[in-house]
C-alpha cells in the first residue's frame, strides 16, 4: 500500500516563527503536493511538484513556500507563521501522468497547526 | 476555472437506510474526472469511487453509486445500507485532462449516521 507520512499530527507555534510540516511518500511518485483543509471552504491547493526541485504555485500560495530536495520529501515552510495560517495541513501523492485516467491521489494523515 | 459546489454542509441517515450527497461542478473541459473522497475522524482520506466523464454508465463500488449527470453538470454520491462507519466527511473533486494531477475539491458534506 502506498504511505503518505506527514511528520505530526498536532503542532502549536507562535506567531512569527518559521514553521517546517514534512510529508514522505515510499512509493516513488513524481508528483506531491499540500493542501490547506478549513471548514465550510474544503481542501485548497497551497503548492505542489512535479519533481525534484520543481515547484508550482497553487491557488493560495500567499505566506508560503516549499522545497523539495529529494523525490520522497515535500515540506511546507510557513516563513512567519501568522494566526490565520491556523488550519489543517494535508499533503498528496500520485505517480506522473501515464495512466493518468487511473490514477488516484493518496493524502497522508493531515498536520493540524495551531498559531498563537 | 473550475469550480465544485456541494449544496449540503451536513446530512444524517439513519443506519441501514439510503442517502444521497449532491455535487455540481462548473468546467468548460470536455474530458476529466470526478471522484468522492471520505475524511472519517482519523482524518485519512480514503477515495469511495471515481467517475471519467467519457463513459455514460454510472461508477459502482459495493454499497455506494454515482448518479453522473454530465449536460446538468452534476455528481450525486448514493451510499445504500448505510453503516455507521459510513459517518465521515465526505468530498467531491473534479480533475481535467488539462490540469494534470491537480485536484478542485468542494467544501464538503458532514454525514451523521444514526443508529
Known amino acids: 500500500d502506498v504511505k503518505v507520512t506527514q511528520s505530526s499530527r498536532y503542532l502549536v507555534k507562535r506567531t512569527g516563527e518559521k514553521v517546517f510540516l514534512e510529508c514522505v511518500q515510499d512509493?516513488?511518485?513524481?508528483?506531491m503536493f499540500w493542501y490547506r483543509q478549513d471548514p465550510g471552504l474544503g481542501l485548497r491547493l497551497i503548492y505542489f511538484?512535479?519533481?525534484?526541485?520543481?515547484?508550482e504555485k497553487g491557488d493560495i500560495p500567499e505566506g508560503y513556500s516549499v522545497s523539495r530536495e529529494k523525490k520522497e520529501r515535500f515540506s511546507l515552510i510557513l516563513e512567519s507563521a501568522s494566526t490565520n495560517q491556523t488550519s489543517m495541513y494535508l499533503c498528496?501523492?500520485?505517480?506522473?501522468?501515464?495512466?493518468?485516467?487511473?490514477?488516484?491521489?493518496?493524502f497522508g494523515a493531515g498536520t493540524r497547526l495551531s498559531v498563537l | 476555472a473550475q469550480t465544485v459546489t456541494q449544496s449540503q454542509p451536513e446530512m444524517s441517515v439513519q443506519e441501514a437506510e439510503t442517502v444521497t450527497l449532491s455535487c455540481t461542478y462548473d468546467?468548460?473541459?470536455?474530458?476529466?474526472?470526478l471522484f468522492w473522497y471520505k475524511q472519517p475522524p482519523s482524518r485519512q482520506m480514503i477515495l469511495v469511487i471515481r467517475?471519467?466523464?467519457?463513459?455514460?454508465q454510472n461508477a459502482t463500488e459495493n454499497r455506494f453509486s454515482v448518479n453522473f449527470q454530465k449536460a446538468a453538470k452534476s455528481f450525486s454520491l448514493k451510499i445504500s445500507d448505510s453503516q455507521l462507519g459510513d459517518a465521515a466527511m465526505y468530498f467531491c473533486?473534479?480533475?481535467?485532462?488539462?490540469?494534470?494531477?491537480?485536484?478542485?475539491f468542494g467544501e464538503g458534506t458532514q454525514l451523521t449516521v444514526n443508529p
Open positions: 498528496a501523492s500520485i505517480p506522473q501522468p501515464g495512466l493518468l485516467a487511473k490514477n488516484i491521489q493518496y
Open positions: 512509493m516513488d511518485h513524481e508528483n
Open positions: 511538484s512535479y519533481d525534484v526541485k520543481m515547484k
Open positions: 468546467t468548460s473541459e470536455s474530458d476529466y474526472y
Open positions: 467517475q471519467e466523464a467519457y463513459k455514460q
Open positions: 473533486a473534479y480533475r481535467s485532462e488539462t490540469s494534470g494531477s491537480r485536484l478542485t
